[in-house]
């Protein structure tokens, strides 16, 4: 590499990843309120909890809207804080969710931001967790949390510089947490994390063995780099009982006057002071953090600082010479823990599981919201599966000088709010969730504005633009609704169809379109003519107002796409005066579909699936869909809990699944391309199972709606398989669609587990796949899903995962909400798709399903647009375009991907790097690999390369974290990885790697 270019691109795009220094700054750990070694410190955290959407949307709660829902307004609340700052220096704040703050920020005059910027360069405001929103843990995914921490943290950067750069994961609500957002944070460059929300069991014995605060691994591959500090907040993130000053709460305030006849100060500190000593015991070290806010708190801010000026007084004046109260934030509190800890020798216990599931008391399992909402959790999938491709499809449109960035911008911020623990959980109010869709299909539109334009510039043979080959274009968009077989573009006459693969390696894909022809003509590139199979819809879906649905399915096989590349193909449906449909009718009798190393059969008394054939390997397997009836509750007893949102718990009479039908109605269609099975289980329960003939998986596309309640209880809808294999009580689960944990039924390895709740206390999160393994026949079992899900292993060799909720009551935890979504005067319908796999264990069982879940996650994204004028003929198409574009000049390693690769700044890119596999998941993917990215963009030359913190906002060789080793003596770390040796980056297993890349375009 030309080493002029080299450095003079590093230092362009250092200006850019470095914030400007807006004035001289003492942020960070410099600018704490000291702490006195010998005595017991007590870190006040004013803090505000403002939820991104929850009893409110999002646009209600910024500017306090609704008030008949929650008495909130987070423009008042960042208003009032800056003004109470700027009154006195000692003060200190934090704010959390950018979303917000960047609502607020672009609505401030030049004065207020300059007066907020002083206020993070003196450490008074400063910024912990940093993303756009603070999200769930249990049902994200780890590309889309990463993706909106990149937003987040970029838009600090921009605003506040690099004082504004957190330190620190403030998780203090989510719903339990995953080893793999502890991984994230310390990928960060994080030097901790705190949260509130663990099983009450284990909340216990920590307390008494004084583990509240433990190293964290987060990924038992990465080693120390994986290593996150973390503690537990302190009996939730409330200020204590009778102390919150905000106008929301009415606690009596601190009267320091004497001759007042409500003059209390002495009695105040010392209720508070016994407070103080409770907590103490807790924590091994002379400091403890106290939160002083809550949700939506400090919109009157001056009320609540006033009163925490006359208690930090109140403690120097009576209790003074036992206690230091300062105001503080997490980063403050952290680092003085650091140093008592290095200091005194102090060890940390280790940590390698999860936080997973969280129970609040013996029959209150959070493991509903799992499941809950399960349309807006696909819905919420699809929007990271176009935002990768048109964050892609940008960065490619560059080489032309045009700029499509804007188009992707709310579609960046509406998922990042979506990744929020009150919206991907499913737990808002049913207003809000509306207005999550509304926002996000908004998004979806503004995303898609100058597609055609990209897709088009990338495929034409020149740049020569006239007329005659605007005029050939189409308007390509994606069809939203082919879920209910509509697709108004694949009814015409002629349409267009534009398949793109947001993978780094090329892949073939099955492409299905609803319609209503049965005869058409599909031309490939250079003219080749494609074969095709129509197949009848799952469903006729009348209910559905305002639009035609199809009668069939249209089935091509998109072969060999291009990694980071399209194909195109052209549609001409034929006559429709044919005799009859062109459908394989099914052969009487029979009932195996598939061939002798890939297939299934089917039970022909009972039509439901009997075995699978995978890999060779045959296996026993039942497919049933069942249910359990949902406990009915009035009140918050644990006893008389409810099932609902947040909540899955059995009705006590009924604590097991229940069949849905012990029979399907069948019709067996076989092809060329695909076979299938169309079950009719009951009136609101089908499937169809099919076997592809160019896959190695058995699908499974489940209709489930509107449910019926049984008896006056909630009904849970679960899709349960039942196999021969010996699991011996264990089953594995990813975490957040990386890694996989071990699940032992009825067993947690940090504290003794009690078995109130047998079917809700193994539920866990599944967000990729689910895996049976039988350790004697070397076998493996897995079904991957295509949203979060809830799932367990209840009995040995059986795997379910609940895919719809349907319930009766409110389950008490504040949403004040039934789960009972309705939709056209019914209860909503869900669809949905489960992959099985079979194959044997360290041979081709882990590839197998890490390609599929990378092939779910990221699948081929279909564009498609009606070609109606005679300007759209094929022959004009040919004339001026190509069919195929390849935005990578070869695929990378089977166990390598691009995770993100999208425009950052003028002449760069953000490029990451992911190595798929575990350490021993396979004999020759688990291994160290290195990557050659010479050449590798077909558009562009990179020009320079330097590796960052895992959000792109700080070089890596800056970043130096706080050390817990208290045999070392050095003051930090850094996360340093080996340096790029020209272009070649090395990946161990595991491994997630971030880069700034400068380029300049090639010749097209």
Request: hydrophobic share 35%; net charge negative; glycine share 6%.
């Amino acid at each position: 590499m030309n080493s002029i270019i080299y450095f003079y691109g590093l230092f362009f795009i250092g200006s850019f990843v470095y914030s400007k220094p807006f004035d001289k700054a003492t942020c960070g750990y410099d600018s704490c309120h000291p702490v006195d070694p010998n005595k017991l410190n007590v870190h006040l955290v004013p803090h505000s909890h403002d939820d991104v959407g929850w009893l409110k949307t999002v646009d209600q709660y910024f500017y306090g809207r609704n008030i008949s829902y929650q008495r909130a307004g987070v423009q008042y609340i960042i208003d009032s804080v800056v003004h109470a700052l700027e009154e006195d220096p000692k003060r200190r704040f934090i704010q959390v969710e950018t979303a917000f703050f960047w609502q607020w920020w672009k609505k401030q005059d030049e004065e207020t931001r300059s007066t907020v910027r002083h206020l993070v360069n003196s450490g008074q405001l400063e910024i912990i967790g940093g993303a756009w929103s603070m999200n769930d843990e249990a049902a994200v995914n780890y590309q889309s949390v990463i993706d909106q921490f990149t937003l987040g943290l970029r838009t600090i950067n921009d605003t506040l510089g690099e004082c504004g750069r957190p330190k620190i994961g403030w998780q203090i609500d989510p719903f339990g947490h995953t080893r793999e957002m502890a991984s994230i944070f310390a990928q960060l460059g994080y030097d901790g994390v705190l949260f509130a929300r663990l099983d009450y069991r284990d909340v216990n014995e920590r307390q008494k063995g004084l583990n509240t605060e433990l190293i964290w691994k987060g990924n038992p591959d990465l080693g120390e780099t994986s290593d996150l500090f973390t503690s537990l907040i302190y009996r939730f993130y409330d200020a204590p009982a009778t102390f919150c000053w905000d106008v929301l709460c009415g606690d009596e305030p601190i009267v320091e006057d004497e001759e007042s006849p409500a003059y209390n100060v002495e009695r105040r500190v010392n209720q508070f002071h016994d407070y103080i000593l409770k907590q103490k015991v807790n924590y091994k070290t002379p400091n403890i953090l106290i939160t002083m806010g809550g949700d939506f708190t400090y919109q009157a801010a001056p009320m609540y600082y006033k009163n925490l000026d006359k208690l930090i007084k109140g403690f120097k004046r009576f209790k003074g010479d036992t206690i230091n109260m300062i105001y503080s934030t997490p980063s403050c509190y952290i680092k003085a823990v650091n140093d008592y800890a290095r200091s005194h020798n102090l060890d940390f216990e280790r940590k390698t599981d999860d936080f997973i599931p969280y129970a609040s008391d013996q029959h209150t399992y959070w493991t509903g919201y799992y499941t809950s909402r399960p349309n807006s959790k696909r819905f919420e999938r699809q929007g990271n599966n176009l935002l990768q491709v048109t964050k892609q499809l940008v960065a490619f449109e560059k080489t032309n000088k045009k700029d499509f960035n804007g188009d992707i911008t709310k579609l960046k911020e509406i998922m990042g709010i979506m990744q929020h623990h009150d919206a991907i959980t499913g737990t808002e109010k049913q207003h809000v969730a509306d207005d999550y869709v509304r926002l996000l299909t908004e998004a979806f539109k503004q995303a898609e504005n100058n597609i055609d334009e990209i897709i088009y510039d990338l495929l034409q043979k020149d740049f020569s633009i006239n007329k005659e080959k605007d005029n050939t274009k189409v308007h390509l968009q994606t069809c939203l609704l082919s879920n209910i077989t509509h697709c108004e573009a694949s009814n015409s006459k002629r349409f267009s169809i534009a398949v793109y693969n947001p993978l780094s390696r090329s892949v073939s894909h099955y492409v299905r379109l609803p319609v209503n022809s049965t005869k058409f003509e599909i031309t490939g590139s250079g003219g080749e003519l494609l074969d095709y199979q129509v197949l009848p819809s799952i469903d006729t879906f009348k209910y559905v107002q305002g639009i035609k649905p199809s009668l069939y399915d249209l089935v091509f096989y998109a072969k060999d796409l291009p990694p980071f590349g399209l194909k195109y193909y052209h549609v001409e449906r034929l006559s429709v005066n044919v005799n009859k449909p062109n459908l394989i009718q099914p052969e009487s009798g029979k009932y195996r579909l598939g061939d002798a190393e890939s297939g299934f059969a089917i039970n022909p008394s009972t039509g439901l699936l009997n075995s699978v054939t995978l890999n060779g390997e045959t296996v026993p397997v039942k497919q049933q869909f069942m249910f359990y009836r949902g406990a009915n509750g009035t009140n918050e007893n644990a006893e008389k809990r409810a099932s609902g949102a947040y909540i899955f718990r059995p009705a006590k009479d009924f604590p097991n699944a229940e069949l849905i039908g012990d029979k399907a109605e069948v019709k067996v269609y076989t092809g060329d391309l695909v076979d299938e099975v169309h079950e009719k289980i009951n009136d609101w329960v089908k499937q169809i199972i099919r076997i592809y003939k160019e896959e190695n998986y058995i699908e499974f596309d489940w209709l489930v709606g509107p449910i019926e309640y049984r008896d006056k209880l909630g009904v849970e809808v679960v899709s349960r398989f039942i196999t021969d294999l010996n699991s011996d009580n264990t089953f594995y689960t990813d975490t957040n669609g990386r890694g996989l944990i071990k699940r032992v039924r009825d067993y947690r390895p940090t504290f003794n587990y009690t078995n109130e709740e047998p079917v809700s206390g193994n539920y866990y999160p599944i967000t990729s796949r689910i895996v049976l393994k039988d350790k004697e026949r070397n076998l493996e079992l897995a079904v991957l899903n295509d949203r979060a899900q809830g799932g367990s292993s209840l009995h040995n060799g059986e795997l379910e995962l609940m895919v719809h909720r349907r319930l009766i009551n409110d389950d008490k935890f504040g949403v004040a909400e039934v789960l009972d979504e309705k939709e056209f005067g019914r209860g909503v319908t869900v669809r949905g798709q489960h992959q099985l796999v079979l194959g044997t264990s360290g041979k081709n069982a882990a590839a197998q399903q890490h390609d599929i879940a990378q092939r779910k996650l990221l699948a081929p994204w279909v564009f498609v647009g009606a070609a109606s004028s005679q300007d759209h003929s094929l022959e004009n198409f040919e004339k001026y375009f190509k069919f195929e574009f390849a935005g990578l000049t070869r695929s990378l390693p089977e166990n390598v991907q691009i995770l993100t690769l999208e425009t950052w700044e003028d002449n760069s890119l953000l490029l990451r790097l992911e190595h798929l596999f575990e350490s021993n998941e396979d004999p020759k993917l688990s291994e160290p690999v290195t990557v050659d990215l010479e050449g590798i963009l077909s558009l562009y030359k990179i020009t320079s390369i330097r590796e960052t913190t895992l959000a792109g906002n700080q070089w890596l060789e800056e970043n130096r974290r706080l050390d817990w080793n208290s045999k070392t003596r050095h003051s930090g770390r850094t996360l340093i990885n080996n340096l790029p040796d020209d272009l070649k980056i090395t990946l161990s297993p595991q491994q997630i790697r971030t880069f700034i890349i400068g380029v300049e375009s090639n010749t097209i």
